[in-house]
């Protein structure tokens, strides 16, 4: 049972555009969530994060957003940026001791010049 | 500093042999993971380690051992290789404080025939 869902396989914007990446959770208990990035052989690279007491976090061009009653996230990039093109892992964390991330499947995000 | 390096980058092993994998930090956290990322997929986690000597399972530790006797190192043990385990493994290490924040490796690519 998939407990982070990254419904959207893929999605192409154009250059210069919001991208919004999207995430949905079924587990009420995760309490942070975090956003990676990855390209093509290489290792996963952290974004940005939120918790769970917060509803919006901000770091340039990053925005994301949290809505606990619908258990949903979203990642916003504007603009976007050819550089952006890469895969994009939501990821959220286990509450408790010794917390282990769950991980989407991702969403590869194509940006147009 | 390097951060989180793994060896090898890319390794094609014959069913029924064994390998190691290497992950070493320099960033003197004591929190370390092993991933596997299968194509299309979300990364599962197999062993983590939140300091030297203590070790446990993850996900889908199934195939695999680990061992931790100092804090920059984390080999993953693969004993007798099958084509299931056809994978790309991350090592990922975690610093102190509440954040989850993970730092991954560039990743090994691991085919087995």
């Known amino acids: 049972d998939q407990q982070v869902k990254q419904n959207s396989p893929s999605l192409s914007v154009q250059e210069g555009r919001i991208s919004i990446l999207n995430c949905d959770y079924t587990?009420?208990?995760?309490?942070?969530f975090l956003w990676y990035k990855k390209y093509p052989a290489e290792g996963p690279t952290f974004l940005i994060s939120?918790?769970?007491i917060k509803d919006k976090n901000e770091d340039g061009r990053f925005t994301v957003f949290l809505n606990k009653s619908a258990k949903h996230l979203s990642l916003h990039i504007v603009p976007s940026q050819p550089g952006d093109s890469a895969v994009y892992f939501c990821?959220?964390?286990?509450?408790?001791?010794?917390?282990?991330?769950?991980w989407g499947l991702g969403t590869s995000l194509a940006v147009n010049p | 500093n390097a951060g989180v390096t793994q060896t090898p980058k890319f390794r094609i092993l014959k069913i029924g042999q064994s390998m190691t994998l290497q992950c070493t930090q320099d960033?003197?956290?004591?929190?370390m993971y092993w991933y596997r990322q299968d194509p299309g997929m979300g990364l599962k986690l197999i062993y983590y380690?939140?300091?030297?000597?203590?070790?446990d399972k993850g996900e889908v530790p199934n195939g695999y051992n680990v061992s931790r006797s100092t804090t920059e190192d984390f080999p993953l043990r693969l004993e007798l290789a099958a084509p299931s385990q056809t994978s790309v493994y991350f090592c990922?290490?975690?610093?102190?404080?509440?954040?989850?924040?993970?730092?991954f490796g560039p990743g090994t690519r691991l085919l087995v025939l």
């Open positions: 939120i918790s769970s």
């Open positions: 990821a959220a964390a286990t509450a408790g001791n010794n917390r282990k991330l769950i």
């Open positions: 960033m003197n956290h004591n929190y």
């Open positions: 587990n009420s208990m995760f309490d942070y």
């Open positions: 990922a290490t975690k610093g102190p404080g509440p954040q989850e924040t993970q730092y």
């Open positions: 380690s939140v300091g030297a000597g203590i070790t």
